[in-house]
C-alpha cells in the first residue's frame, strides 16, 4: 500500500476568535455574486494584516464562512459572513481595516465577537423594498393585492439539477405598497426563508401569474434586513444583537 501523502511543514495555528460580520452591497456592486465577494474580500483580509485562521491539508485556505448570500443583482443592507482568526482582536479596528481595504459599494456594517449558537438559525427572514420606475402606484398596489389574495402561486426556476416549481406567495408574510420620496412606486414586504429560497423575482413571477401585472422593466430590488422573524412584532430582528 502506498504511504499516505501528508503536507509538509507546521500544522495551521489553531483559531481562538470568531468574528461574525455584516456588509452592504451597494450601487454597481450589486452586480457582483458571492463568488466575487469571496475574492474581494480574500484580497482584502491580507492587505489588512487580518490574522486569519486556515485550514489543514495541501491547500489550506481561510476559515470564511458565508450565510444566505443575496441574489445577484440585488443590493443589500444586510449580508453576513464569518471569519476565525489566530490572535485576539479588536472588533471595532477590523471594521474600520476590512472597509478601508474592500472596493467601495462593499461597505463593512459591523463586526461582533461570535457568542455560541449558529448564525445560520437566527437569519429566518428577510425584509426586502422593490422599486418598480414607470410604474402607476395604484397599478402596483392592485396587482399586490392581488397576490395576497391567494393562498399559494407555483413559480418555477432552474436548478443545478433541472427546473423546480415551488410555491412563492406562502413564505411571504406581509407586503405593502407605496410611493418613494422621488414618487416611484414601492413594494416592501418580509419573505420567510425557505428551501428553495423565495427571492424578489420569483415573487413578481407569482403577482404576475396571479394578476397579469408587468411592469415595463426590472424593478431594483434591496434588501433592508435579514434576521430573527416574529410573528408578534411582524418585524425581523438583528441576528447579531446577542453576540
Known amino acids: 500500500m502506498a504511504k499516505q501523502r501528508t503536507p509538509e511543514g507546521p500544522p495551521p495555528q489553531p483559531p481562538v476568535q470568531k468574528l461574525r460580520i455584516q ?30 485562521a486556515y485550514s489543514a491539508g495541501f491547500h489550506p485556505h481561510p476559515k470564511i464562512s458565508y450565510a444566505n448570500g443575496a441574489p445577484t443583482g440585488a443590493a443589500s443592507e444586510a449580508e453576513y459572513f464569518e471569519i476565525s482568526v489566530t490572535e485576539q482582536v479588536d ?8 472597509d478601508e481595504a474592500l472596493p467601495e459599494g462593499l461597505d463593512i456594517v459591523t463586526v461582533v465577537e461570535a457568542r455560541p449558537g449558529s448564525l445560520a438559525d437566527r437569519l429566518q427572514a428577510s425584509r426586502w423594498e422593490l422599486r418598480f420606475p414607470g410604474v402607476e402606484p395604484a397599478e402596483l398596489e392592485t396587482a399586490v393585492a392581488g397576490f395576497l389574495a391567494e393562498e399559494r402561486i407555483e413559480v418555477e426556476r432552474m436548478f443545478k439539477r433541472g427546473m423546480k416549481s415551488y410555491d412563492a406567495r406562502g413564505p411571504v408574510e406581509w407586503a405593502r405598497t407605496g410611493v418613494a420620496e422621488d414618487g416611484c412606486a414601492i413594494l416592501k414586504m418580509v419573505v420567510r426563508h425557505t428551501t428553495p429560497a423565495v427571492r424578489p423575482d420569483d415573487v413578481l413571477s407569482a403577482i404576475t401569474a396571479a394578476t397579469s401585472f408587468a411592469p415595463p422593466r426590472s424593478p431594483i430590488a434591496t434588501r433592508l434586513a435579514q434576521g430573527i422573524w416574529s410573528s408578534e412584532t411582524e418585524s425581523v430582528a438583528d441576528p447579531l444583537a446577542t453576540d
Open 91 to 98: 472588533p471595532a479596528a477590523v471594521a474600520a481595516a476590512l
Open 23 to 52: 456588509y452592504a452591497r451597494r450601487g454597481r456592486l450589486r452586480y457582483s455574486s458571492t463568488r466575487d465577494f469571496g475574492r474581494a474580500l480574500e484580497r482584502a483580509l491580507r492587505r489588512s494584516g487580518v490574522p486569519m
